[in-house]
């Protein structure tokens, strides 16, 4: 059965995209921790992060960087913070949120509440900053 993410690919659900290429996709992450929250996946469906093939867990975080940037010049921070935590969906992928301080990346806090259009705008300029 398709992950989640499999199905974000494939336009089988929506999602906030911010880019993609043949084979990796980021968007924005639905319950972020701060504005800008993006999750990076590779299109190829594997569970584990440390499965994936050599090539593809390389493009995985070069394409990363890429959104990295984006974000950063987007959302202001002092840095993006990555979390590759794989327990949630079985499905790789990387965490890009935009941080301040360490305690910014803790997944026990809570989520920051957006509309639809704030979503919509967010990734927008994200992906403008590509």
């Known amino acids: 059965m398709a992950s989640i993410f499999t199905k974000i690919v494939n336009s089988e659900i929506p999602s906030y995209k911010i880019a993609e290429n043949e084979d990796y996709f980021a968007f924005l992450d639905i319950n972020p921790?701060?504005?800008?929250?993006?999750?990076v996946i590779p299109k190829l469906e594997v569970d584990y992060i440390f499965d994936l093939p050599e090539n593809i867990?390389?493009?995985l975080f070069r394409f990363s960087r890429?959104?990295?940037?984006?974000?950063?010049?987007?959302?202001?921070?002092e840095r993006i913070g990555v979390a590759v935590i794989g327990l949630e969906v079985p499905h790789a992928h990387i965490h890009l949120v935009p941080i301040n301080g360490i305690h910014d990346i803790d997944f026990k806090k809570p989520r920051v509440d957006l509309t639809?259009?704030?979503?919509?705008?967010i990734a927008e300029k994200i992906a403008a900053n590509l």
Request: net charge positive.
């Open 33 to 39: 921790l701060h504005r800008g929250h993006t999750l």
């Open 57 to 59: 867990y390389e493009g």
């Open 66 to 77: 890429k959104i990295a940037l984006s974000i950063k010049k987007t959302i202001p921070c």
């Open 116 to 121: 639809k259009e704030q979503f919509v705008e």
